[in-house]
């Protein structure tokens, strides 16, 4: 595998289904305009409460991709 130099972004993904759905969510926006993304990392999940219940899924990733040579 040759020597490769990535770049790292911060996004937030929201969903109102789920955590998976949030990721998913901000990789693929992601990917129209990045690209070479080879992988992600969690960094923080939170969410909204509203009336005792889960509402809104909200996930912060680190997406990293290759720069081009």
Do not use: C
Request: proline share 1%; glycine share 8%; charged share 25%.
């Amino acid at each position: 595998m040759p020597n490769r130099v990535y770049k790292k972004v911060e996004l937030v993904g929201t969903s109102l289904t789920g955590i998976e759905d949030a990721i998913s969510n901000a990789v693929t926006k992601a990917a129209k305009t990045l690209n070479n993304i080879d992988w992600f990392e969690v960094v923080e999940t939170r969410g909204h409460v509203q009336d005792g219940k889960v509402a809104h899924y909200q996930v912060v990733i680190k997406v990293g991709f290759r720069l081009e040579e």
